[in-house]
């Protein structure tokens, strides 16, 4: 059997990596979300229900010694895509409430933006995109939207089902962010989807969240 020698499969691990869509990721904060330029939106039928939370902290891990108790949370999203045109922005509204622990961005945060393709029950069956993205004090504004723009637009297929799924990716122990979610099914092409998540990859998505009821956060998409 003929060898290849490491560059030659390294060289292939480097392509098969490189084959990823990726975009660059701009954040920035907007009082209101864009009028009458969403794809997907559910910000004018959206009441608002209790906030999902993202984190990344550290604490009872420090206190008890045992890693498995770091505490780690990403959110997700379930949608269909209506457009032939790419996914240009990603808009998500953060809870108002005054709280202590709504803060928002106190020290700089590196997360990831997962765009995955999902069949009926969920499951992904690819990964779009993987953006990496950091966030910086300022850019989370209580009761505003978080808004990511992804340059170039991400291709997504008309009529796919699609999920987006936001997760930290370092730990800032005292910082959580907090996202307006609504009860699910009132807005069509959205079937719940805003769970809190364990932070890692998602090899599904599910509808229920941990109080067994389906919930949409609260937010939008822009087409290119």
């Avoid at 939106?41 to 890693?67: H, L, Y």
């Avoid at 504004?141 to 930290?168: C, M």
């Avoid at 090899?203 to 956060?217: C, I, N, P, T, V």
């Amino acid at each position: 059997m003929k060898s290849h020698p490491l560059p030659f499969i390294l060289g292939l691990i480097a392509c098969t990596v490189a084959a990823l869509p990726g975009a660059d990721v701009t954040v920035k904060s907007l009082a209101e979300a864009p009028d009458g330029e969403a794809a997907v939106s559910n910000v004018e039928q959206a009441t608002e229900f209790e906030p999902v939370q993202a984190r990344w902290r550290n604490w009872d891990a420090k206190e008890t010694g045992k890693p498995e108790a770091t505490d780690r949370r990403g959110i997700s999203q379930m949608f269909t895509w209506p457009s032939t045109q790419g996914l240009k922005e990603l808009g998500l509204r953060t809870d108002a409430f005054e709280h202590p622990l709504n803060r928002g961005v106190i020290s700089p945060q590196k997360w990831t933006i997962d765009i995955q393709r999902l069949n009926e029950q969920g499951e992904v069956v690819d990964t779009v995109a993987t953006l990496p993205v950091q966030l910086n004090p300022g850019d989370y504004r209580r009761g505003e939207y978080l808004v990511f723009d992804f340059s170039p637009a991400i291709k997504l297929l008309e009529g796919g089902r699609y999920g987006f799924h936001l997760r930290p990716e370092s730990i800032v122990d005292g910082q959580r962010l907090y996202f307006s979610r609504t009860t699910a099914g009132s807005t069509p092409k959205l079937g719940g989807g805003a769970v809190q998540t364990p932070g890692a990859k998602l090899a599904r998505y599910h509808q229920q969240s941990g109080e067994g009821q389906q919930y949409d956060l609260i937010f939008f998409l822009s087409h290119e």
